[in-house]
T-cell receptor, first 111, second 113 residues
Framework: NAGVTQTPKFQVLKTGQSMTLQCAQDMNHEYMSWYRQDPGMGLRLIHYSVGAGITDQGKVPNGYNVSRSTTEDFPLRLLSAAPSQTSVYFC??????????FGQGTRLTVV | KQEVTQIPAALSVPEGENLVLNCSFTDSAIYNLQWFRQDPGKGLTSLLLIQSSQREQTSGRLNASLDKSSGRSTLYIAASQPGDSATYLCAVLRSGNTGKLIFGQGTTLQVKP
């Protein structure tokens, strides 16, 4: 009964490094998405997917890449980390009718 | 362009009070509206979901209403308790339902014993 699992929970990166934030769900949801949460900005959509092999950009996609090869997994890649990407990242999955489940978040610091 | 606003940004009440949190949205073409709870340093927990065809949903001491025509939703918490202290977020899912939620910035609630 895991729900949405995100790894790692915490990460510190140096500017220019790359990394992948992992997200997995075990509810067979079609829709998965990535958000970032920043003070005063709320949660903003980075990328989303409506099924395996289908992804699209959200409101703040620059500097991030996604792919969805399976229903269960939706990794988020930071191509070349910048201090502006310091944030808390949340992965979510949902049924087609919209009830959303969120992971516990990844707290990322870029120095 | 859909925008979601929550007022107030913060609220402090004594234990036992009934309270109302407000959420407004600019585009009435929504699929549903969800209320979430977020504890400090934690993820989001879904509280209530109201489909666009519904007027309200209830779960225990929580009641959420939806008025699409005026672009407003309220979350009513009855007999508040210190354990209700958290940030409450509302989010709308636009018509077309691509799983893309648009969030308000939240109301941080403190319930004092």
């Amino acid at each position: 009964n895991a729900g949405v699992t995100q790894t790692p929970k915490f990460q510190v990166l140096k500017t220019g490094q790359s990394m992948t934030l992992q997200c997995a769900q075990d509810m067979n949801h079609e829709y998965m998405s990535w958000y970032r949460q920043d003070p005063g900005m709320g949660l903003r959509l980075i990328h989303y997917s409506v099924g395996a092999g289908i992804t699209d950009q959200g409101k703040v996609p620059n500097g991030y890449n996604v792919s969805r090869s399976t229903t269960e997994d939706f990794p988020l890649r930071l191509l070349s980390a910048a201090p502006s990407q310091t944030s808390v990242y949340f992965c979510a999955s949902s049924y087609s009718w919209g009830w959303a489940f969120f992971g516990q978040g990844t707290r990322l610091t870029v120095v | 362009k859909q925008e979601v606003t929550q007022i107030p940004a913060a609220l402090s009440v004594p234990e036992g009070e009934n309270l109302v949190l407000n959420c407004s949205f600019t585009d009435s073409a929504i699929y549903n509206l969800q209320w979430f709870r977020q504890d400090p340093g934690k993820g989001l927990t879904s509280l209530l979901l109201i489909q666009s065809s519904q007027r309200e949903q209830t779960s225990g001491r929580l009641n959420a209403s939806l008025d699409k025509s005026s672009g407003r939703s309220t979350l009513y918490i009855a007999a508040s308790q210190p354990g209700d202290s958290a940030t409450y977020l509302c989010a709308v899912l636009r018509s077309g339902n691509t799983g893309k939620l648009i969030f308000g910035q939240g109301t941080t609630l403190q319930v004092k014993p």
